[in-house]
Nanobody, 120 residues
Framework: QVHLVESGGGLVQAGGSLRLSCAAS????????MGWYRQAPGKQRALVAVITSGGSTNYADSVKGRFAISRDNAKNAGYLQMNSLKPEDTAVYYC??????????????WGQGTQVTVSS
């Protein structure tokens, strides 16, 4: 079984920074793409940033230049550094990973979510 656990959310003032972490555990053979999504109240879940196993990244236009996604393949971990936070960044942030297990199955996995609240 595979689990993703996020940490690092919280309350921060506008202009501040937070760093989210995502730890993957279980019978993992390989992690392909890892990504961060967010869901604000009354809105659909939306992609924030994604990073491939080779390190290529892609960002939502709204976070370009402020957020940085990274990963540590040796630790099966992913990170999202969020700078210059704005009130509109307030949402529940979810980690996502495309994982191949030791049994050879490939599936999408999600974390439980972590709340990020940016006050004005």
């Amino acid at each position: 079984q595979v689990h993703l656990v996020e940490s690092g959310g919280g309350l921060v003032q506008a202009g501040g920074s937070l760093r989210l972490s995502c730890a993957a555990s279980g019978r993992i053979s390989r992690i392909n793409a890892m990504g961060w999504y967010r869901q604000a109240p009354g809105k659909q879940r939306a992609l924030v940033a994604v990073i491939t196993s080779g390190g290529s990244t892609n960002y939502a236009d709204s976070v370009k230049g402020r957020f940085a996604i990274s990963r540590d393949n040796a630790k099966n971990a992913g990170y999202l550094q969020m700078n210059s936070l704005k009130p509109e960044d307030t949402a529940v942030y979810y980690c996502h990973a495309d994982i191949v297990t030791n049994w050879g199955t490939q599936s999408d996995y999600w974390g439980q979510g972590t709340q990020v609240t940016v006050s004005s």
